[in-house]
């Protein structure tokens, strides 16, 4: 499983964009998808910046564990 990219490369791909690139060449610079250039870009009008939401974690060992007694 891959993690959040960093909050700085985000912020650089970002500025790239306001400063006139398109997504997908500021995603070709710097490499990342176009995709997450346009949620990146949706997180930054919801949230005010574009910090990644806190990842989940582990969720199978509930299952696998026993309940305790």
Known sequence: MSGALRFDLR???LAA?????SHRQAGKRFGVGAASLGRWSKLECEQGDPKPKALR?????GR?????S
């Open 11 to 13: 912020v650089r791909v």
């Open 17 to 21: 964009v306001t400063g006139g690139l």
């Open 57 to 61: 974690g582990d969720r199978r060992s």
């Open 64 to 68: 696998i564990e026993s309940p305790p």
